[in-house]
């Protein structure tokens, strides 16, 4: 039997399947598709769907992701868009798999959730137009670019450890190809609750954009992921709730918030606050205020708010 290290390289050798899931049989990481409820590998062992250990369904390089893309979060922000996309990169360390725990730190609670979706690269891409970019995309898969914005006030404009804490990048369950990204519903729901909805008719650059515009100065490889911007409404979730994020045509992806079992180190780096620039991003409000108000923590006296408290 061939093992395919990513649905990446199974793509090259098999370009007919439209949704290719990679899961754990025996102890291998194994290729399936989907035969009804369960999910067949070539060999033709097979494991129910709601009992397999799902692998991410790619082995990214680089996990690069867009700011704002998604007009209702633009509103939201009372904000207007660039000229042109600005970006942030996840550490690969943050790539997470459908049904795997999210974890939010003991002493953290500003972790929100961001439904999006993800472009998988295919080939070699650098110095591509717009036009040919779809000739290097594998497919897409559904994405959710958790923030851990307790972290905001000190990695505001690097992102790093708001967006790259480990377990902070779900995707999957499956890669999907063929897909049009026209005018897909893509949705969040927490415990059952719909809390983002919108179609992907919202983003102001889409998916063939977004990836001529990195490569001209990057080089995408095969398996590396972007992502393309979430919708309004990102909020809290906490330990106990269970996070689903829908697209049309690509599947579901659901991830249980758990508590880490260790709270951030006290004794090196700043330290996790709740000032007016954390709680206003995390809770989508009072955005007259952000980077205007001073951080409260015990380490940003050297901040200056020029609001009147």
């Known amino acids: 039997m061939v093992r395919y290290r990513t649905n990446v390289d199974r793509l090259l050798a098999l370009s007919l399947m439209t949704a290719l899931y990679r899961i754990l049989l025996d102890g291998y990481p194994t290729v399936a598709t989907a035969d009804g409820d369960r999910l067949v590998a070539d ?3 097979s494991v129910r769907a709601v009992d397999a250990t799902y692998l991410a369904p790619t082995d990214p390089a680089k996990i690069l992701c867009v700011h704002l893309n998604y007009r209702s979060r633009v509103d ?21 798999t459908h049904g795997g725990a ?6 953290c609670q500003w972790l929100n959730y961001e439904g999006e979706i993800a472009i998988i690269i295919g080939r070699h891409a650098r110095g591509i ?33 708001v ?19 026209r005018g897909k519903q893509i949705r969040t729901l927490v415990n059952g609750e719909v809390v983002q909805d919108a ?28 992502l393309s911007g979430t919708p309004a409404n990102s909020r809290p979730v906490v330990p106990g709730d269970v996070v689903t994020v829908e ?11 758990v508590e880490g079992p260790t709270p951030i180190r006290d004794d090196v780096g700043a330290q996790p606050t709740s000032s007016e620039e954390v709680v206003s991003t995390a809770m989508g409000g009072d955005w007259e205020f952000r980077g205007i108000r001073a951080p ?4 940003s006296k050297h901040y200056e708010s020029t609001v009147e408290e």
């Open 76 to 96: 939201e922000f009372m904000t207007k868009l660039p000229a042109a996309p600005t970006y942030f990169q996840k550490p690969t360390t943050t790539l997470n």
């Open 129 to 161: 137009s717009q036009a040919e970019a779809g000739d290097y995309i594998a497919g897409y898969s559904v994405a959710n670019d958790y923030g851990l914005h307790d972290f905001r006030d000190t990695d505001a404009g690097s992102m790093l450890r």
């Open 199 to 226: 179609t992907t008719d919202e983003m102001e650059w889409d998916m063939h954009y977004l990836v001529a515009d990195l490569a001209r100065n990057i080089t995408l490889e095969p398996g590396d992921v972007i």
């Open 247 to 257: 697209v049309e045509g690509l599947g579901a992806l659901t991830n249980p918030i």
């Open 102 to 107: 999210v974890v939010r730190p003991s002493n």
């Open 43 to 45: 060999d033709g062992r």
């Open 163 to 181: 967006k790259g804490s480990d377990t902070l990048c779900p995707i999957g369950p499956a890669l999907v190809t063929d897909w049009d990204f």
């Open 296 to 299: 409260r923590s015990k380490n």
